[in-house]
């Protein structure tokens, strides 16, 4: 069956790197479109970036373009997000998900989602 499971996160300092992995199995993710999403506890959660299945153009929230970068290794169906500059405010548990989405920064069109990982940018 479909599943997604993510995992690079941990504790890093402000300024600092950090690498995610989005690991797929029982699917192709090269035919899917995989998004980036973040969540704070009490809050919605956000779209980060994601890269489309259709032509693979990527897209990224306002709050992380220029520091996220994602992309997809077909050979290992596994999509990364490398993260540069962390700032406290990235602090969330991040999430990867599948599906055809119109609008790929947007939930609502993802027909799977990974457990989470927790990412914390703290001194």
């Known amino acids: 069956q479909v599943q997604l499971v993510e995992s690079g996160g941990g504790l890093v300092q402000p300024g600092g790197s950090l690498s995610l992995s989005c690991a797929a199995s029982g699917f192709a993710l090269d035919y899917s479109t995989i998004g980036w999403f973040r969540q704070v506890s009490g809050k919605e959660r956000e779209g980060v970036s994601c890269i489309s299945s259709s032509d693979g153009s990527t897209y990224y929230a306002d709050s992380v373009k220029g520091r996220f970068t994602i992309s997809r290794d077909n050979a290992k169906n596994t999509v990364y997000l490398q993260i540069t500059s962390l700032k406290p405010e990235d602090t969330a548990v991040y999430y990867c998900?599948?599906?055809?989405?119109?609008?790929?920064?947007?939930?609502?069109?993802?027909?799977?989602w990974g457990q989470g990982t927790q990412v914390t940018v703290s001194s």
């Open positions: 998900a599948a599906g055809n989405p119109w609008f790929c920064l947007l939930p609502g069109g993802y027909a799977y």
